[in-house]
């Protein structure tokens, strides 16, 4: 359904050292950096799309989005957890944190915080 998600970023250097552990931990792999454009993107397994890119908006002005949110997929409840302490410690601010939401669907474990720009994301988890 997806070709690619493009997050914005103010500062790429702050957000690529924000975005490569948080991706690292949940095993989606790095596909390029071009510090010089600046953007990064990586890919899903087994790719190569959609693609998660990180960069800055083209006309320079706000990086983030109201009302948008990027979920990511969590192999675990664990890696929900361990995502959400990860981001929290490189500055991340929690919308929620980990835990049941029914409300969703019985087996649904998230977790949200916004990125150092402000972009909402959810780490989710869809397993008993």
Do not use: I
């Amino acid at each position: 359904m997806f070709s690619h998600v493009h997050l914005g970023t103010r500062d790429f250097d702050r957000a690529l050292a924000f975005y490569r552990p948080l991706l690292a931990l949940l095993g989606v792999a790095e596909r390029f950096c071009e510090p010089a454009r600046p953007w990064a993107g990586w890919q899903s397994s087994p790719g190569p799309r959609p693609l998660l890119l990180l960069g800055r908006p083209l006309d320079g002005e706000h990086a983030a989005g109201n009302g948008q949110m990027v979920a990511l997929l969590a192999s675990s409840r664990a890696q929900v957890d361990a995502a959400h302490a990860l981001a929290l410690a490189h500055g991340a601010r929690c919308e929620g944190p980990p835990g049941l939401r029914p409300e969703y669907h019985a087996n649904y474990y998230g977790a949200y915080f916004r990125d150092l720009d402000g972009n909402k994301l959810c780490v989710a988890c869809h397993e008993p």
